[in-house]
């Protein structure tokens, strides 16, 4: 039960962080949905971060563990959102479209590797 707890308070933080990201970069036009491209990139770091840092201590209880990933990360991150957006932006531009698509695929790889680096230099 504490696991589902865990999940439960971690994802309504992240939903949340995500909810109020949006709304910072609402009034913006950046040509892209630069809201949701920070919270993903964000996201995948803080997952790849903890993936590595976890792997290597044994001591920290499930529920921390899955508070910061399944629960704070799931509701951070939103790649339904990012699908979405991706999608009506080929009606507006193509080409925009593609950009962001491929850079958000690219910066999130990259943001987890990071993370994970991060995590073993610690």
Do not use: D, W
Not at 11 to 17: E, F, K, M
Not at 26 to 37: F, N
């Amino acid at each position: 039960m504490i696991n589902i707890i865990a999940v439960f308070i971690g994802g309504g933080i992240g939903a949340s962080a995500r909810y109020l990201t949006g709304l910072i970069f609402s009034g913006a036009k950046y040509g892209a949905p630069a809201g949701t491209l920070c919270v993903n990139i964000i996201a995948s770091f803080i997952l790849g971060f903890c993936f590595e840092y976890f792997s290597t201590r044994t001591n920290i209880p499930p529920h921390i563990k899955l508070t910061l990933t399944c629960g704070f990360c799931g509701g951070l991150s939103t790649f339904s959102t990012f699908a979405l957006e991706g999608l009506q932006m080929f009606s507006t531009s193509v080409k925009s479209a593609i950009i962001y698509i491929l850079l958000s695929i690219v910066l999130c790889i990259l943001s987890t590797a990071i993370g994970i680096f991060s995590a073993k230099i610690i």
